[in-house]
């Protein structure tokens, strides 16, 4: 078994994995699994494989294994928790076993990892920037690869269990990682990873979910979460609102004088991230041109944090007849993130997503049949979903005002998810704008 690059999007589950009791390979061998917390084992004949599982929410889990103390895999769960998926095997379950410990307790006895600095036997450095739970995220400071990191604390060793996803050119690697003192960090592939402070601070326990439940069933553990309120520090604003962000919501404001009279406002937009930020999207376009260019209208948009009123985003609209685009912007450092640019098709709406050097990294596809859902692509495969929400009867038939869920790939960066936020806009400016002038869910092709 090899190493592989792992999947890019997390799948919904309807209960917390058990990966104790037994489970089947496809070619019929038998492992039997024992489960402790968030630390597991398993064994079969003279092997052993063991590995870690950590909540992302209340529906979302990252399942980590190592064979034989060599192999790192990912297990992808199905929606039912009865298979895991790896790199070329299937693992069924046979029968079920005993959780002996409430997940959340192995993560809730991590320290935060926020300001740390890891640095590699070659003097090449990552720096943590944002730690919830037991997820976190790095940035090398030498070539800015990102990497992901999952982490528990097995109260029976002491010992600090990580799994840590690098995000390589030529794909992933899964590399394992444990520690007793949170500073020596002996990597599985022979490197290894001295901790140090970036600035002193005190050391807090990792903010962990209020209200976390966990009831014990024969199969099913069933977990209640509310959405986390902590504002993530360490690295640039980009990376603290999108670095731990899997999903945001954009509700648009309806303008009152705008349903009287009929006149096209500016747009103003309320955005809701899962991890508790809240932003403000508002529109700065002309007065003449709105109303005589509607959807098609150039506009620069705005996105400010409400905690302390900094702007962070500028989304910049030009005006184009065909191939209508959106440039993404770092408010704080004048730099361009990439841009969303639609492209010429026949029956599907279809964009194009690139990063500041021109590369395309994501596709956006709307088939005929998705009136509502724009899907996310990356080499043909769907890795996430910009969706439009249904606003109410009232809202939608005598307003412009739109509401949209946003998926992001698992995988992606701070700036490409910027960058996929800013598409979210001229989404809703190409086909959802003139609600009120019945030309909801017009069809724009180039």
Known sequence: ??????????????????????????????????????????????????????????????????????????????????????????????????????????????????????????????????????????????????????????????????????????????????????????????????????????????????????????????????????????????????????????????????VLTGIETENKYDVKFDNGIEAVAMEESDCMVRQFCGGSRPFKMHVVLKSNKQEIITLDRPFKFFFHEVNVIDTTTGKHLGKIKLRCSICSREMDVFDENGNKIFDIISPFCSCWTFYIEKNGERVGSIQKKFSGIVKELFTDADNFGVEFPVNATPMEKAILFGATFLIDFLYFEDNGNNNNNRRVYF
């Open 1 to 258: 078994m090899s190493m592989q690059p792992i999947s890019t999007q997390e799948p919904k589950v309807s209960a917390v994995p058990i990966l104790a009791g037994v489970w089947q390979e496809q070619n019929g061998r038998v492992w039997n699994g024992t489960q402790h917390g968030n630390v597991f084992t398993w064994t079969q004949d003279n092997r052993v494989a063991n590995g870690i599982t950590i909540p992302l929410d209340a529906t979302t889990w990252a399942i980590f294994i190592t064979f034989d103390g060599v192999t790192q895999w990912k297990l992808t769960p199905s929606s039912d928790t009865n298979q895991l998926t790896g790199k070329s095997d299937v693992f069924t379950r046979q029968s079920p076993g005993q959780l002996t410990m409430n997940p959340m307790t192995m993560i809730s006895d991590v320290p935060s990892l926020i300001g740390s600095i890891f640095t590699e036997k070659s003097g090449a450095s990552w720096q943590v920037l944002t730690h919830f739970g037991g997820y976190y995220q790095l940035r090398n400071n030498n070539d800015g690869r990102f990497a992901e990191g999952y982490i528990v604390r097995d109260l029976s060793t002491g010992k600090f269990i990580s799994f840590i996803n690098f995000h390589n050119p030529t794909g992933d690697d899964i590399i394992r990682t444990e520690s007793m003192d949170l500073v020596n960090f002996p990597l599985s592939n022979g490197d290894h990873f001295t901790r140090a402070i970036l600035q002193q601070q005190q050391v807090n326990m990792v903010q962990q979910p209020q209200q976390m439940m966990v009831m014990q069933q024969p199969q099913v553990v069933v977990v209640q979460q509310q959405p986390m309120m902590m504002m993530p520090q360490g690295g640039t604003p980009i990376e603290q609102m999108f670095g731990m962000s899997r999903y945001l919501k954009v509700k648009q404001r309806i303008e009152p004088f705008e």
